[in-house]
């Protein structure tokens, strides 16, 4: 595992260093550090997989070294890549949503505060390793849960429509709904199963996808399904340490 710590503070970046090698140490894995003083300098060397995890420091000196301006980059070019923020201040709490932050650190850095951000960032990686297998002309095919946004039932088929493309299955909705995670994904149709890490937000009578497709909610459940979305992503989105 590749980790990335941006921190203009060499003291502090020296500190989270010897931290994360005490916890990678500590579980019997390995992991290679690499350390940036600027998000610009950071950004030169990035690219997509080139970090599973990045510690990133919100308030760092230099021209174009904004630790939330680098974060969303981050994002933009690579959204598996997890974040980290470590920072003197709560101010930028809401905005780590924005870019997807794993985790938030207020300094001063301890053992335990980085061993929890850690441990959450594995929970994540393993959780997005898991996959269902469907049956698709005549082959079986493996589909990573992370990659579904819904799947809906048309015309005796199952579609199941990912971030790449849609799979046509005939395996029957219910049978692949029992693949599933129901933490994550939800019946809000006779039709259709939603991840509701792909849903962008709620409409009168209906999801929209972050695909910019329209999922149909069961109208006698409609209040009870949009409830069920709305404490998913709250729980998702307060963070503990906000």
């Known amino acids: 595992m590749n980790i990335a710590i941006c921190e203009d503070l060499s003291a502090d970046a020296n500190l989270l260093q010897r931290y994360i090698k005490q916890y990678f140490a500590q579980i019997h894995a390995d992991c290679e550090i690499y350390k ?3 998000g610009a300098g950071f950004l030169a060397e990035f690219s997509k997989g080139r970090f599973q995890i ?3 420091d919100i308030y760092m000196d230099g021209q174009n070294a904004d630790g939330m301006e680098t974060a969303r980059k981050i994002h933009e070019i690579d959204d598996a890549c997890k974040i980290i923020f470590t920072t003197t201040s709560r101010e930028f709490g809401v905005d780590s949503h924005e870019v997807d932050a794993v985790h938030y650190i207020v300094k001063s850095v301890t053992f335990e505060s980085v061993k929890t951000a850690l441990g959450r960032c594995r929970d994540i990686i393993a ?3 898991r996959f269902i297998t469907v049956t698709s002309n005549r082959s079986d095919v ?3 849960l992370k990659d579904i946004l819904y799947i809906e039932t048309l015309e005796r088929k199952t579609l199941i429509h990912t971030i790449n493309n849609t799979i046509t299955s005939s395996l029957m909705l219910i049978n692949i709904e029992k693949q599933l995670d129901s933490t994550f ?4 149709h006779k039709c259709y199963v939603v991840n509701m890490d792909s849903i962008s937000c709620i409409q009168n009578d209906g999801f929209l996808m972050k695909n910019g497709d329209t999922v149909m909610i069961r ?3 409609a209040n009870a399904i949009k409830s069920r979305y709305t404490q998913y992503y709250f729980e998702k989105t307060r963070g503990d340490d906000l």
């Open 142 to 144: 493996r589909i990573l």
């Open 36 to 38: 940036y003083n600027t």
């Open 185 to 188: 994904f939800l019946r809000c």
């Open 219 to 221: 109208k006698r459940d």
């Open 127 to 129: 959780e997005e390793m």
């Open 54 to 56: 990045v510690f990133m």
